[in-house]
């Protein structure tokens, strides 16, 4: 489970049409022709890349289901990921703990789904061998970082 103590009190990321439509609107991406990818694949890949922001990002789209009133600010997630990270002496754990539950969830287990097809797809892709060569290694640290993300 996936919680983080802010202002003294336990928080659990929840996964639902908050947490969408806030990634959405504060968290999306646009790919290389402007195209939007949406906000949980911009938080679902920064957290395979060991992004700290994504994992700021994580939990302020996991804790949007609390609204505007109850919702703890950026600067209060900060704080208790700093907290967390110097009582833990590293970032992993939280990085693992995101990236489970949000893997996991019901609510965005197709779009999880989706995002490895898709990258499956990418890795073939390209116009010179180079360029094929590079979308794998690409694929692959991904894939390696899965992995040591769901140990």
Known sequence: MATLTI?????????GFAFKNLADKNYNQK???GNDLGGFNGIYTGLLQFDIDALKAFWD???AHLGTKGRPSIAEIEEALEERINKDGESDQLF????????????????AKTFW?????FKDMGKTDAEKAENAQGVKMLSDAKIE???
């Open 7 to 15: 202002k003294g009190e336990q928080q659990e990321a929840k996964f």
């Open 31 to 33: 790919d290389a022709q």
């Open 61 to 63: 789209c996991g804790l």
């Open 96 to 111: 693992k703990e995101a990236f489970k539950e949000i893997d996991a969830s019901g609510f965005f287990k197709r779009d």
């Open 117 to 121: 097809k898709n990258l499956e797809m």
């Open 149 to 151: 993300l769901m140990d």
